[in-house]
């Protein structure tokens, strides 16, 4: 296929500023086919796979036909699980950064009360986990009545994590007149019904799985038995010698106990499950993300869309029971283009799944044999030296982060302040244009402004001397 270039499609000089900086010059194919239609406004169906840029093939239609000045929602997505709403909000704020695209994400186990103020200030798009949504929708603390788009995102997992009830409730919210979107990896009957509640005449988009990552993964499978799992994952990762490395495990006591055994055997490592504290697992994501350690042992909670860069492994220790959560685990790797290696620790129990990919989704494994100690006594050396080395990790948002300042102001909604007040009086100091302002987030009794292109100096000086609306603020940056 033709090689298309962002320029090609009608994305305002923001969104291509932000393309720039997050260095995404080419459409994906997912990109390139939601982009050729969604701006007729059709409703979608897309099915391709997890890490084939998905995010922005909604994101980027959403971002450029959101209306700034409105402040209800014109947008919702909803995902499976906490860590992805995170995600998606971070990703459509860097797509949506110079245009000024304010995303919330809403999801449970946090605060409601924090989430029902952050709700009633001005937000273009709102993505979150369907039981916390519903909640805001029936207790009136979350307006659709402007939504002009509704995605819904791996909605596969949706069914598969028995939250088809509350999507249909969902949906009874839902404007008529709007545009939506469904992405998923697998199309079952079930996912077909749903759509027909929600889609009119939908066109579908399908992207053959060898347009997608999956095709850069090596997929090996070793064969072992339970009692030998763990000295088979030692060698495996002393030849291996991942840069990063995701180990799924199938239930909460397997991950606690494997990490425990890693963490003895000092290799720089944490897990994530379902039983942890909402925080804790955002701060494991975040470092893993970061760099700060190599390995994470982990249920299926993290293996749904969570984005890693340079994830070179991942390993099934206990290889999971459908064969779509093969996929989905394994899509944590080979993403953006790059390759990645997949080990299967196969016991009898776990052969006939093998049996069924190899059948079913046509994966090409490949056998290996289990690794002697010798094999692995060879590569020890290198193996201590990297895990002593910390991970630089490229941050794919520093690019658009850069030359951002955070300024605070100590007036808000009290003072009778809105953001074309502040707009207004920042793009009138000298030196200062309409595009150096970005988000606004007004509250009752401040606001943060961000301050673009490296103008946060010249802007913090001017309003220590610069009343708005008549009023002198107290000004400074912000705390992050
Ligand atoms: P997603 O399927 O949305 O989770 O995206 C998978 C990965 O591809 C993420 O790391 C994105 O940042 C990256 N990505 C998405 N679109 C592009 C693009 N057009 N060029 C380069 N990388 C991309």
Redesign the pocket.
Known sequence: MTLQH?NQYPLSDELKQA?EA???????PV?HETLSVAFSKQDLIVKSQ????????YGLPICEMVDWAENKPQALILVPTRELAMQVKQ?LTSLGRFKRIKAAAIYGKASFQAQKVELSQKNHIVCGTPGRILDHLEKGTLSLENLKFFVLDEADEMLNMGFIDQVSSIIQYLPPKRMSMLFSATMSDDMKKLSEQFLQSPKVIEIAREETSVQQITHTVIETEEESKFSLLQRTIVIENPDSCIIFCNTQDRVNELTLKLDEWDVPCDKIHGGMRQEDRFDVMDEFKKGEFRYLIATDIAAR?I?V?DMTHVIHYDLPYEKERYIHRTGRTG???KSGKTIAFMTKNSKPLIDELKQDAGIDFQTQPYPTKEEAEEHVESFEEKIETPVQKEN?QAGVEKDIMKLYFNGGKKKKLRAVDFVGTIAKIEGVAFDDIGIITIQDTKTYVDILNGKGPLVLNAMRHTTIKGKQLKVHEARS
């Open positions: 962002f393309l997050l260095h995404f010059h080419t459409p994906t990109q997890t890490g084939s840029g998905k995010t922005a093939a990703d869309g984005d860069s993403r953006a283009g794919k």
